[in-house]
């Protein structure tokens, strides 16, 4: 009487028989995906590696200097700023950039501000030849920072 290990060996030498035949056809070869995306730095990454550059704590509280500095790191300082007296219709324009901001429709807002822009810088042109003043510019590039700042695009913000 064959034993069970027997008769299983037996089947394993079938099997590799079969698959070995002549007229069967080859096997196909396997066909990886792609490998992972190619790696960019972004702000995150890039304030990392100039943190780990310091060899010393440039704003010592202590003697350690290990009391939770701000100092170490860039931060962002908010200041409550208004749009200039601007036309009516640039005044509806930024009006429009901010509502699109508020409900994250980054890209209409972007444009509503730039349209606000080119706007009043035609309406001066036509009145009487001047261009904007550097405030007037400051807050657009300032409202335009703050949409991209809104959407998570921070690199984009700092332009």
Not at 16 to 37: E, L, R, S, T
Request: net charge negative; with cysteine; hydrophobic share 35%.
């Amino acid at each position: 009487m064959p034993k069970p290990e027997d008769a299983e060996k037996g089947k394993k030498k079938a099997a590799v028989k079969k698959a070995a035949k002549k007229d069967d056809k080859p096997f196909k070869p396997i066909k990886w995906a792609d490998g992972p995306p190619k790696y960019e730095k972004n702000t995150y990454h890039w304030m990392v590696e100039a943190s780990q550059d310091l060899a010393e704590n440039i704003f010592p509280l202590n003697l350690r200097g290990d009391q939770g500095n701000p100092g170490v790191a860039p931060c962002i300082i908010k200041e409550v700023y208004f749009p200039p007296d601007s036309p009516m219709e640039v005044a509806t324009l930024i009006e429009s950039g901010l509502v699109y901001q508020n409900d994250a429709n980054y890209e209409m807002a972007v444009e509503c501000f730039e349209k606000a822009k080119e706007s009043w810088v035609k309406h001066l042109k036509n009145m009487d030849g001047s261009s904007l003043r550097k405030e007037q510019e400051l807050f657009f590039d300032l409202s335009i920072g703050s949409v991209h700042e809104s959407a998570g695009k921070d690199d984009q913000a700092l332009y």
